[in-house]
């Protein structure tokens, strides 16, 4: 059994009537079985000689028994050949696909019908996160080792990568429909947990982070690093990204960043007005806005 894609006339209603797809897939469905539009509440049971349309976006999975059998990724139209062998069609999935279907795929064809799912291909909104934790803050260059306590909120999307171990680990009863409130609760408590692993190998590493900024962006990135080594063996997704959308450090006194930001800020004022410069008429020294000597005005920088 296999896809051969073919093509059908844009002037046959009916024949377009009787292809299977899925529209239903959003933001929020990650799978959802295929129907015919002329049978909306019908099955998904194809059969020799059925056709489906794939879109972009999306991927084709046939399935027997709970077990993968062929799947397509390559927008298009397809009919289904119960007599041909399998031909999986990546289109734009990575390799991993390709080595799940070898060790999760059938060691030899599966005759007869075939259920048709179709899995989201796009980017999918996850959840906001927040957390506290202790944390050991260290900055070098200004002498600081501190404990605070350190808050950390955002948001993460991700997507789906390997369409084939995500049926077989997280979608393989589905009936209907799957979309994503179950998985983004245990989603999210994989992201705090990683989030925790983030900090302690910052603290670890004695980073220097100059603003708050730079903070938030080095734990997002320690994020997706981390993310993308757990997920995509797991249950087949990878995170699209992690954002920081704050950082709050407090200690015994309140807002620790906040204090430490006007610290430097009042030191830095200090330092350039006490700057010492040199009057490029007569060479005095002056710390003033004009020369001591002859008068001349601070030059402007």
């Known amino acids: 059994m296999g896809l051969t894609e073919i093509t059908i006339s844009a002037a046959s209603s009916s024949a377009r009537r009787g292809i299977y797809s899925c529209e239903i897939l959003s933001d929020s469905v990650l799978l959802a079985v295929g129907r015919r539009p002329a049978e909306p509440y019908g099955g998904n049971l194809l059969d020799h000689g059925g056709k489906l349309k794939v879109s972009e976006g999306q991927c084709a999975l046939l399935v027997s028994r709970g077990k993968v059998t062929d799947f397509c990724a390559e927008p ?3 009919s289904f050949d119960a007599k041909q062998a399998p031909s999986p069609k990546l289109g734009p999935l990575e390799d991993q696909v390709r080595e799940s279907w070898q060790h999760l795929g059938p060691s030899s064809g599966v005759a ?3 259920q048709l799912f179709f899995v989201n291909l796009r980017s999918v909104p996850g959840t ?3 957390r506290e934790t202790p944390f050991r803050l260290v900055i070098p260059a200004d002498m600081l080792d501190v404990d605070v306590s350190l808050l950390c909120s955002g948001h993460f999307t991700y997507r789906i990568s390997d369409p084939v171990l995500f049926y077989t680990s997280v979608t393989v009863s589905v009936e209907d429909r799957f979309d994503n409130t179950e998985l983004n609760e245990i989603l999210c408590k994989e992201v705090m947990l990683q989030l925790q692993v983030v900090l302690a190998k910052l603290a670890a590493d004695g980073r220097t982070f100059p603003h708050r900024a730079a903070f938030g962006q080095a734990i997002a990135e320690g994020m997706e690093e981390e ?4 997920w995509p063996g797991l249950r087949g997704i ?3 990204s992690v954002t920081i959308d704050n950082v709050y450090a407090r200690d015994r006194e309140g807002d620790f960043f906040a204090r430490w930001l ?4 009042k030191e830095a004022e200090t330092r350039t007005e006490s700057k010492e410069w040199f009057c490029p008429d007569c060479g005095a020294a002056s710390t003033g806005n004009f020369c001591p000597q002859c008068g001349r005005k601070k030059p402007e920088i």
Do not use: H, I
């Open 112 to 114: 007869g019908s075939q």
């Open 227 to 230: 993310l993308s080594l757990f």
């Open 262 to 265: 006007a610290a430097g800020e």
């Open 238 to 240: 990878v995170p699209d």
């Open 76 to 78: 298009g139209t397809y």
């Open 128 to 130: 906001d996160f927040r």
